[in-house]
């Protein structure tokens, strides 16, 4: 799920879960030059395509655009230094075939120092094998792995807090043995979350990292006062 906010409650956010070395190691500091980003378009017959920034006055308006692309044709946008480093929408709508319909693919990605060259089938623009960045691309690159291996891990620690909302013999030792284990590892799983903000403190995306972090949950008193926890 996607989070909607404004970027400057985002610093406020982070400054109190990361601290304020966290935020001025990389968000202050901006190129002072346009970037691009060089799209190779593939798997369609043609596409429009536009960006559109998820912040500021211009939120979710195209911002730049290209139309009429065609199947193995490279174009390129040029992202404002005024829009960075930020997190956009790249909307493709796309035709399969000259007298088709087009149809919307959209994809996130995130820009702060580097040109970006993106390789897309826009009709799975979201997958990996069909839409690829440069080799040496960081930003979308450690965020794709940051998101996978988080899944991972909240998958886990999903299963056990719903197993310990519904059982209903909250005064037994099991019990009291699987809060335990869940504070262990909700403590685990945070403290990870740190490490990988401050091992990527140089990304932009480093800090959205804390929006993941996990509160800690009441296990106490029936089931409805544990689901309102």
């Known amino acids: 799920m996607k989070i909607f ?3 400057s409650f985002l610093l406020l956010f982070i400054n109190f879960f990361f601290g304020q070395s966290a935020i001025t190691a990389k968000v202050g500091v901006k190129s002072f030059n346009d970037l691009t980003l060089k799209i190779h378009l ?15 006055t211009n939120a979710l308006k195209p911002i ?3 139309s009429g692309i ?4 490279t174009t390129i946008l040029s ?3 005024a829009q960075l480093p930020g997190e956009f929408v790249l909307r493709f709508d796309y ?5 088709g319909t087009p149809y919307p693919c959209e994809k996130h990605i995130f820009v702060n120092e580097q040109n970006i060259e993106l390789w897309v089938n826009p009709m799975y623009c979201n997958n990996n094998d069909s839409s690829y960045f440069q080799k040496d691309e960081k930003e979308n690159t450690v965020f794709a792995r940051f998101t996978k291996e988080n899944g991972k891990q909240k998958e886990k620690l999903g299963l056990l807090q719903n197993f310990l909302m519904n059982y209903d013999d909250t005064q037994s030792q099991f019990y009291k043995q699987g809060t ?7 403590n685990n799983y945070n403290h990870w979350l740190k490490e990988q903000a401050t091992l990527h403190k140089a990304l932009f995306v480093s800090h959205t990292f804390g929006f993941q972090y996990l509160p800690q949950i009441v296990f106490n008193g029936s089931e409805t006062a544990r689901q309102q926890s």
């Open 42 to 56: 593939r798997g369609v017959y043609e596409s429009k395509i536009t960006l559109l920034p998820l912040t500021g």
């Open 70 to 73: 065609k199947n193995g044709e």
């Open 95 to 99: 035709k399969e075939k000259e007298t």
């Open 79 to 81: 992202v404002s230094n």
């Open 180 to 186: 335990e284990e869940y504070q262990k590892r909700r």
């Open 5 to 7: 906010i404004t970027y």
């Open 64 to 66: 730049v655009g290209k």
